[in-house]
T-cell receptor
Framework: KNQVEQSPQSLIILEGKNCTLQ??????????LRWYKQDTGRGPVSLTI?????NTKSNGRYTATLDADTKQSSLHITASQLSDSASYIC????????????FGAGTRLTVKP | DAMVIQNPRYQVTQFGKPVTLSCSQT?????MYWYQQKSSQAPKLLFH???????NEADTPDNFQSRRPNTSFCFLDIRSPGLGDAAMYLC????????????FGQGTRLTVV
């Protein structure tokens, strides 16, 4: 069973609308949580990285939140653009080791005009 | 400017014919990783180099080998590709193994015919 579960699996929204993607994890202990954006056929690009002491972090129109007590994170996208169409991947590390990153399966976001 | 560069972007190889994928980086990071990502799945770590120290994941098939001749370059060698090896191969780098940002290349899409 994957220790990082993302929802929804896919999402379609209209350009200009906001959306929120969810990530629930059972990984323990917990060191950090990252959100990546992966365009089709390309490598992941980092959006945010948060440790257990951080509960929100923003990167432009992207805002990630973290509740380490309930083991939940969300990625909020404001005023969506067509270029936001991509997969958004939640990655949790149980230790400080970067080689121990647990990947979620991603949420496929499509932004339509 | 691309900081982690993978070549080629697309590779077609014959069943059983050895193939080499290339990754280079301009970040001078000391850790380099190779991931395999199959369609609609999360990336799976194959191995990583900490400087020249090679670290293989326990379930990485022997068919996959890697070389890191210097800090900037890392190669993935697939000795006898099978149909099941068709995937996106992602290279990533970090500075240190501990809790640092990971930078991914754009990936190489491998097709086995």
């Amino acid at each position: 069973k994957n220790q990082v579960e993302q929802s929804p699996q896919s999402l379609i929204i209209l350009e200009g609308k906001n959306c929120t993607l969810q990530c629930n994890y059972t990984v323990s202990p917990f060191s950090n949580l990252r959100w990546y954006k992966q365009d089709t056929g390309r490598g992941p690009v980092s959006l945010t990285i948060m440790t257990f002491s951080e509960n929100t972090k923003s990167n432009g129109r992207y805002t990630a939140t973290l509740d380490a007590d309930t083991k939940q994170s969300s990625l909020h996208i404001t005023a969506s653009q067509l270029s936001d169409s991509a997969s958004y991947i939640c990655v949790v590390s149980p230790t400080y080791n970067n080689n121990d990153m647990r990947f979620g399966a991603g949420t496929r976001l499509t932004v339509k005009p | 400017d691309a900081m982690v560069i993978q070549n080629p972007r697309y590779q077609v190889t014959q069943f059983g014919k050895p193939v080499t994928l290339s990754c280079s980086q301009t970040l001078n990071h000391n850790v380099m990783y190779w991931y395999q990502q199959k369609s609609s799945q999360a990336p799976k770590l194959l191995f990583h180099y900490y400087d020249k120290d090679f670290n293989n994941e326990a379930d990485t098939p022997d068919n996959f080998q890697s070389r890191r001749p210097n800090t900037s370059f890392c190669f993935l060698d697939i000795r006898s590709p099978g149909l099941g090896d068709a995937a996106m191969y992602l290279c990533a780098t970090t500075q240190g193994e501990m809790n640092t940002e990971a930078f991914f290349g754009q990936g190489t899409r491998l097709t086995v015919v």
